[in-house]
């Protein structure tokens, strides 16, 4: 069956960074896209970022462009989101989710997705 674990949330300060990672297992990981969204306390699902199959394009919120970066691993079936310049309001549960497909489409619904690990920003 399909399993997206996160990892590596935790405490930062404004300014600070942290690196998530989601370990893929139960289907072909090179073949979909990959995506990261998060959901602060009290508000919707956001999505974050976004990835092809292949690594060959990314996609971004505009509220983490050029402070997230989203990369892939395929012989690791793990993908990451790099997260620099951390803010407050960048505090949230942050969810790793599978594409239906190889291209990554932010209007499309994911397909399967983690439990969640959360990042807190605060001084």
């Known amino acids: 069956q399909v399993q997206l674990v996160e990892s590596g949330g935790g405490l930062a300060q404004p300014g600070g960074s942290l690196r998530l990672s989601c370990a893929a297992s139960?289907?072909?990981?090179?073949?979909?896209?990959m995506s990261w969204a998060r959901r602060a306390p009290g508000k919707g699902l956001e999505w974050v970022s976004g990835?092809?199959?292949?690594?060959?394009?990314?996609y971004y919120a505009d509220s983490v462009k050029g402070r997230f970066t989203i990369s892939r691993d395929n012989a690791k079936n793990t993908v990451y989101l790099q997260m620099n310049t951390l803010k407050p309001e960048d505090t949230a549960l942050y969810y790793c989710m599978k594409s239906p497909g190889p291209a990554f489409r932010p209007e499309e619904e994911p397909d399967y997705w983690g439990q969640g690990t959360q990042v807190t920003v605060s001084s």
């Open positions: 990835i092809y199959s292949d690594g060959s394009d990314t």
């Open positions: 139960g289907f072909t990981f090179s073949r979909y896209a």
